[in-house]
């Protein structure tokens, strides 16, 4: 059996669950340039419709677009996108 390292995901949420931390790092790669783009934005605190403006886009496109992110990389919210491991933000992204 393969040894994995997890990592807890917000840990005083009720539905806390753990998650290979080297899928996580995976699953950040597997994101479009412009799903990165929308998760980092999302990060800083923008509204949907704040990085629609900033994107060029409408906020239903960011909005499909935070759906697809929160599916790859198994979060349900912004809440558990800060929480996971290797996040899209420029300082914490190694590429």
């Known amino acids: 059996?393969?040894?994995?390292?997890y990592v807890l995901?917000?840990?005083?949420?009720?539905?806390?669950r753990a998650v290979p931390e080297m899928t996580a790092a995976h699953a950040w790669r597997s994101l479009?340039?412009?799903e990165r783009e929308?998760?980092?934005l999302a990060e800083s605190g923008l509204s949907t419709r704040a990085i629609a403006e900033r994107r060029g886009t409408s906020p239903r496109t960011v909005a499909r677009q935070l759906t697809s992110?929160?599916?790859?990389l198994g979060a349900r919210s912004r809440r558990e996108l800060l929480a996971l491991p290797g996040r899209a933000g420029p300082a914490r992204s190694g590429s």
């Open 32 to 34: 479009t340039a412009a």
């Open 69 to 72: 992110i929160y599916t790859k």
């Open 9 to 16: 995901i917000e840990q005083d949420a009720p539905a806390a």
């Open 38 to 40: 929308v998760a980092t």
């Open 1 to 5: 059996m393969k040894d994995e390292r």
